[in-house]
């Protein structure tokens, strides 16, 4: 066992946080701080010369939150999904509209494209989009059968009316 785990660590370049050693000669900044790049060359000149490294630290505050790729405000009812294996779309689809079902939402409109790759969900609206938007994007996300969806209404198909005047030539 003790060869298997060491032919693991070697091949991911993995340690372990318990057995690694400290260096105390390590200079330790804050990552605020380490943004500046004379504060951050600094450090790495004073870590050459005592033969340390730098290590950069954060807190819960100077760490940025990950932007969502489908924003909230694109919600509009409409959600447009691509499947990992076009043969579950059928079940897919179900397992998505019994949650909406359960969790009080209301299926307007449910399309499958013809290779089955692409589904489409079209739910009414309520009282609080944004509170909806991210409870169907909660459970679509945490779907494995998905490969990735987005926010997006259809179009209804139908040609837009363009009024033209015909203005006679004089």
């Not at 785990?5 to 105390?24: A, I, M, S, V």
Request: no cysteine; aromatic share 8%.
């Amino acid at each position: 066992m003790n060869a298997l785990k060491k032919l693991y660590r070697d091949f991911f370049g993995l340690t372990e946080q318990t057995k690694t050693k400290q260096n105390p000669n390590d200079i330790e900044i804050a990552a605020g701080a380490a943004k500046d790049p004379a504060v951050f060359k600094a450090a790495q000149d004073q870590a050459k010369k005592s033969g340390g490294n730098v290590r950069i630290t954060a807190n819960e505050s100077e760490i940025d939150e990950a932007q969502l790729i489908n924003n909230i405000t694109d919600y509009r009812g409409g959600v447009e999904y691509v499947l990992r294996d076009p043969a579950e779309a059928k079940s897919v689809a179900n397992e998505i509209r019994e949650w909406a079902t359960k969790k009080g939402f209301t299926v307007i409109k449910h399309e499958i494209s013809k290779s089955g790759n692409i589904g489409y969900f079209y739910f009414r609206l309520g009282e609080d989009p944004a509170r909806e938007s991210q409870r169907i994007q909660g459970y679509i996300a945490q779907k494995p059968e998905i490969k990735h969806f987005r926010f997006n209404v259809k179009e209804t198909g139908q040609p837009r009316k363009i009024n033209k005047q015909i203005q006679p030539e004089i």
